[in-house]
């Protein structure tokens, strides 16, 4: 439905029928976190990206 251009917000509405009342987030990582290695200062493979964001998040919230 809407096609790749639309992926993340038909992925965010899809995400919302189920949460109810609860504060969710969508992160749409799909784009960053495999590389294919074409540039020289890029990796072939998993890139980790979006890790050390989720990290301190999950750190703050913590407290």
Known sequence: IGGRPAGSI?????LKEF???VPWAHLDIA??????????Y????????PTRLL????RRRAG
Not at 10 to 14: D, H, M, N, R
Not at 55 to 58: D, F, M, Q, S, T
């Open 31 to 40: 784009g960053t976190a495999w590389g294919d290695g074409k540039l020289s």
């Open 42 to 49: 890029q990796r072939k493979g998993g890139t980790g990206f």
């Open 10 to 14: 038909t992925a965010g509405a899809f």
């Open 55 to 58: 990290i301190e998040w999950v």
């Open 19 to 21: 949460v109810g009342d």
